[in-house]
């Protein structure tokens, strides 16, 4: 589960960013509409998208949080890396190949442990 979201810096930022849109616009409905874009902006940098519509929806797009992909890709990068010391595989897999085997990983916390 990601926690971009419960992040203390993240929510003193979007605070700030509500304080100074309602100083800059005094009307209630305009000031609303701005921050509703001004945070959905901001929110997207925290996310990778691609093509990709998600599960079965052909509306919206799947979207991954840009930490947790990270996470998936160290962990299968230090994977391959002791695979490739045992001999088991020739070479640890290219960055993009690891951040598309990343996007389909689901690891939780007890199993995440384990693999590090």
């Known amino acids: 589960m990601c926690r971009v979201t419960g992040c203390i810096a993240l929510k003193y930022r979007l605070n700030e960013i509500f304080v100074y849109i309602f100083h ?13 874009t001004t945070i959905i902006q901001f929110l997207w940098q925290y996310f990778y998208r691609n093509g990709m519509k998600y599960k079965t929806n052909q509306t919206n797009k799947a979207a991954w949080c840009k930490a947790c ?9 230090e994977s391959d ?6 001999g088991q595989l020739l070479a640890i897999r290219s960055q993009e190949d ?19």
């Not at 800059?24 to 509703?36: C, D, G, N, T, W």
Request: charged share 25%.
């Open 69 to 77: 992909l990270k996470g998936n890709m160290y962990i299968l990068s």
């Open 81 to 86: 890396a002791a695979k490739t010391r045992a």
């Open 98 to 116: 690891l951040q598309k085997s990343g996007l389909s990983l689901e690891i939780e916390g007890s199993e995440r442990a384990k693999l590090t």
């Open 24 to 36: 800059l616009v005094r009307s209630p409905q305009v000031a609303k509409h701005l921050i509703m």
